[in-house]
């Protein structure tokens, strides 16, 4: 698989996984949904908010744009639960458009970028789009944990799902 097939699968999976998360969330009780239950950005609330700092933007800005806007990664961006939800799944649903548009050469060059420290940065441009979709696997990770927890339904989020979808409908 080349690359740009390869991130096209990937933004899909992001997008997919998002949307069957927040499905997931949007059951849980507002109390629970803000509560701090010990996660790194401490609520689903605040998990969320970090996903949409994280993959919209920062990275989708700086790879979209070559711009590195200042934000702070704890930043509640949003704080109506239901616009959130949306902003996440516009977010996941921006990334396989732009990585239609690049030429495959695209993917063996690098990012160039500011960090939030203000200090310049270049990265392999693939290897930087790939922290991308992990750095979303982590925190969904995280939150179905949370959901766990709460004795809440969790949906399965792992790749292979997806795959075994494409996989049904397109029979070879």
């Given at each position: 698989m080349d690359a740009q097939r390869h991130f096209?699968?990937?933004a899909r999976y992001n997008a997919w996984a998002t949307g069957r998360l927040?499905?997931?969330v949007a059951a849980v009780p507002e109390a629970d949904y803000r509560r701090d239950l010990?996660?790194?950005?401490?609520?689903?609330?605040?998990?969320?908010?970090h996903l949409l700092v994280g993959e919209q933007l920062l990275w989708y800005r700086r790879f979209a744009e070559g711009v590195s806007p200042k934000v702070a990664l704890n930043a509640e961006?949003?704080?109506?639960?239901?616009?959130?939800?949306?902003?996440?799944?516009d977010s996941a649903e921006r990334w396989q458009p732009l990585i239609a548009s690049w030429p495959a050469e695209r993917f063996e060059g690098e990012i160039a970028y500011t960090t939030l420290r203000g200090t310049p940065a270049r990265l392999p441009f693939a290897a930087t789009l790939t922290h991308v979709f992990?750095?979303?696997t982590h925190h969904r990770g995280q939150i179905t944990a949370?959901?766990?927890?709460?004795?809440?339904?969790?949906p399965e989020l792992?790749?292979?799902y997806l795959l075994q979808q494409i996989a049904s409908e397109n029979p070879t």
């Open positions: 096209q699968l990937l927040l499905d997931a010990g996660l790194f950005f401490h609520s689903i609330h605040g998990t969320l908010n961006v949003e704080p109506d639960r239901a616009r959130l939800a949306q902003a996440l799944r992990n750095h979303s949370a959901l766990t927890a709460l004795g809440q339904p969790c792992d790749l292979v």
